[in-house]
């Protein structure tokens, strides 16, 4: 018969003990651990806002990267596009010539044979035979005329399709680089909002006052008069932009990043300057600082990564950073590079 052993009193309290102080010892663990993790500060506002200027100045470097990345990138297409374009052409124009001294070879065959010399009329390469003065003797000077005609269509056919090869391989390596710049722009500005999400209440109010602009007022154009007529257009329209919104990569009309802005407001004054601060810079004349006038060109940091356009009064237009809006801004806000008249 089967037996049953049963737990003492003694044994069932002594479990129970024990389940108890494990359950204290996983609490006490937790909370130190909660303690610990409480321990670390948070970082100070002012940290936080040094922090976050940083990361905007290295997107805005990266953005200009992307820009210029994106630029490179659209040049290629079209310089490819153009190439395979000829290529289309160059290919038509030799089968013409083949087909057309084919038609020799030909009509010569039904009249009693082909002449060894002229087989080559049906080769793919005639470059070798062409190379050779004594073959050409035994070649009608017409015939000679449209075989060299055709030699020289090919080798153009085959350097235009070695120069679209490397157009595309570049293009590539330029789809590349605007992809990465892209993600390295996304990154910056995503740990950016994770510091600002840690502001809360007055701290992010006041961050939002000293950083975005509000309430800020349009400058006077008082002082010297615009460089010319199309500088005068170009203040005007970077005028009519304040208040749009930042947004990286983009050049107009609603929304515009640092050079993308000074590009759209000189279009729309009928110049064409670089989409690039950096190639800004180098699109017109250096003036001095104190000799700016509006509608200058006012590229800043030692690495040419933002502009902004000069408005009089000691003021500049730009597009700032992520989250700000196109605003005025005193001239020496940054350390300045150079300044560019277009």
């Known amino acids: 018969m089967a037996s049953h052993r ?16 494990s359950a204290a010892a996983v609490t006490a663990a937790a909370a130190l651990s909660a303690g610990a993790a409480s321990a670390v500060p948070a970082p100070a506002p002012a ?8 990361l905007y100045e290295q997107a805005e470097k990266a953005t200009e990267q992307f820009n210029g990345a994106n630029e490179r990138a ?26 057309r001294l084919g038609a020799v070879a030909s009509a010569q065959y039904r009249s009693g044979g082909l002449d060894p010399s002229l087989k080559l009329l049906l080769s793919e390469d005639p470059a070798h035979y062409l190379d050779k003065a004594a073959a050409l003797d035994r070649i009608h ?26 157009k595309l391989a570049a293009l590539e390596a330029s ?18 909002r994770r510091l600002l999400n ?25 002082g ?27 050049s107009g009309p609603s929304a515009f990043d640092c050079s993308g802005l000074m590009q759209w407001a000189y279009a729309r004054a009928g110049v064409s300057i670089p989409r690039t601060s950096q190639a800004q810079r180098g699109a017109g004349r250096q003036v001095q600082v104190s000799q700016a006038r509006p509608g200058d060109l006012v590229i800043y940091r030692d690495d040419a990564s933002h502009v902004g356009m000069y408005v009089g009064n000691g003021q500049v237009v730009h597009a700032p ?18 300044v560019t008249r277009p």
């Open 6 to 21: 049963r737990v003492s009193q003694s044994g069932l309290a002594g479990a129970t003990r024990a389940t108890v102080l």
């Open 47 to 54: 940290e936080v806002t040094s922090r976050v200027d940083a």
């Open 74 to 99: 659209r040049r290629l297409r079209a310089d490819v596009a153009a190439l395979q374009d000829r290529v289309a052409r160059g290919q038509e124009h030799v089968n013409r010539l083949r087909g």
């Open 141 to 166: 000077g017409r015939q000679a005329g449209e075989l060299r005609e055709l030699q020289g269509a090919q080798r153009g056919l085959e350097q235009e399709r070695r120069e679209a090869t490397g």
């Open 175 to 192: 789809r590349q680089d605007v992809v990465r710049h892209k993600k390295d722009v996304e990154g910056k500005l995503a740990s950016a």
């Open 198 to 222: 840690s502001l809360t209440g007055a701290d992010r109010a006041a961050y939002d006052r000293a950083n975005r602009g509000v309430g800020r007022s349009l400058p006077d154009l008082s």
């Open 224 to 250: 010297p008069s615009p460089a010319s007529g199309r500088a005068g257009a170009a203040v005007q329209a970077v005028r009519g932009a304040i208040g749009a919104p930042y947004a990286w990569g983009r």
């Open 321 to 338: 950073y992520p989250g700000a809006r196109v605003r005025s801004d005193p001239v020496g806000m940054m350390p300045i590079s150079s």
